[in-house]
């Protein structure tokens, strides 16, 4: 599966992984909570202990009710409202558990309104977080956030042993089977993931479950759908319909791909009613991907991948590589957001620069994954700095997947690029006619667009008329496949580049 | 046990383990109160390992790392959220991974340690 962040080809509903702390805030934004009431005036233990209060208000007695009220979940009755007033006055004066009562926070091991991306900074929410799960090592979420940070800092042993005990300790809990999936995903191995959802007693039962597997299954192709069963679920669902709302999207999104539109567009209605971050992204995507109306279509603006998309469509490149980065911040483990900033850079900005201060000195360039070390070194050849450009080469062949034809046409086309910054025009020349070849007899038709765009441009110093044929051909495959960068840069000349876009989103 | 698990945790830090415990759970996952038992469990569980954290550290500056370790174990073990592990962690057996005698002893030792330090 090819899906950039920036307009996806096929995107699904893929799970977001965030960490225990951050999950709700990222997943449900502007989710407004209702309150419960319950009668818990008429307990004998509360009327005894408010009629203490009246009698003598000391703060023994006012913290005595106050926790009656947590306790009953009571946050909109007067005598709360006077109680919590009585306690904030006195705040000083109160025991810390109390503080945490009256005043609650939040304790984070990672401080940023996003995800720490420095690599100084993980280490040491990985050290608390093993600190965390040394004393309390039945503490699932804290096992899964753990594998989260190794995952930022691409030590994947590690992260494998975390998510691998966290999902032993709680395997049909839906946070941690929709990490643990995504994880996998992001470790090409969506066949495994799809057995262990498959695997889960409550798979039927469980909307968030549900949603994951399809949305895995029909992303990856690996076999078609039952949308019945989906369907069914979401029809007698009674619950928090926050939980059917992915399921509904996915749902609507194997219908779209099946061609019924108003059937689609009902799902996505439903799925509207009380959405998450992923499906207000998903139904941005549609909106700019395919260009679908809805009624009550969420403000871009609202998730960031939604700006990306609209940012991209409007051809605001510079804006937009902005948002990429800020999604890598949401999802660090994800180097999608990086290789698209990467490539926007390189393709539609002209600012090489950018991705060697990005991925340089990120992670070792033996940790990194094949888009964005493609991309560094095509960064690195563009401003001349070859000094041990042949051993990052050498690791992006050992990156190369050989049964993904884009992998391999990428590497020839650095390679290529290589062999012609160092003065071998006619190897290098070569090597991207056969990378060209590869793209035309796979039928990649946005990255052929991309190849003879770039190979053009480089070509335009040694051969005119060849440059000319190649520039129009990728002009009509870049109005075919919507690749705008290309579209609009067209007027200015640039150095040949043949950056390399591959992620999860 | 729970009880008597939230009881040292009350004398301690001035609050009963339970509404401490809905604070931070809710905290984590705001809408606790829509999910299932078997949902909830592994937030609450989660909650109650960064309130023994705090705990802990309360108990390290009142009464110093030995006696703060005693407690926390005790607290731990006594108040832990799924009952089906909840009390001594070395037995398996029901009766004997219930069984008081341990807490009275580590209590009494924790009054000793109290006592030799000058505690009061």
Redesign the interface.
Known sequence: MYNNVLMMDNRQLIPRWHT??K??KFNYPG?I?GT?RSFFEEDYWFQKSLAAWREQPSTANA?DLF?RF??S?EREHPIYLAIHRQLLDQYHQ?????K??VC????LLDPLASYTTETNNVRVIINKLKN?VK??P?????WMDLGFYYSVVYELEKAIHCVNVAKS??P?????ARAYSRFLVHMDEPEQAVWFLKSRPNILSNPLLLSAYIAITSAFDIRNPNIKKAISLIDGWS??K?RTSELAACVGTIEFNNGSIQKAKKHFQTALNSPSENVISHVEWLHHKHQLKLKDMPYSATTIEGGINALYREKQFGECRTKLVEMYQFQPYSTGPIIDAGYLSLAALDDPEFVLNLSDKRIPHTHMNFGELNNLIVAKLLLKQTDNLDVDLRLLAKRVNVEDPQSVATLKATTGMAFMEGGMFTDGIKLYEAAIHLLEKQGLGRALCIAKYFFSKQLSKFDAQKSETLRIESVKLAKRYDVLEIASSLNSPKTLVHPHGRNFG | MHMFGSLIYHVVSGAQITPVLIEESRLIMPNIDKATYEEALPFIKSAFATILDRFKDECVSNFGSDIASDLTEIVHELCYLDHLVRGNTKHSNKIMRLSMEKYISKIAGVLRKCHIKGIS
């Not at chain 1, 109160?94 to 109390?98: C, D, F, K």
């Not at chain 1, 039945?138 to 804290?142: A, C, G, I, P, V």
């Open positions: 225990s702390r999950l709700h989710r909570e419960q913290t926790v947590i306790q979940d109160l025991p810390n558990a109390i945490q009562l609650p926070e939040l304790k965390l004393h309390n039945r503490d699932s979420l804290s300790l709680d049909n809990h839906p946070f941690i619950g928090d926050l």
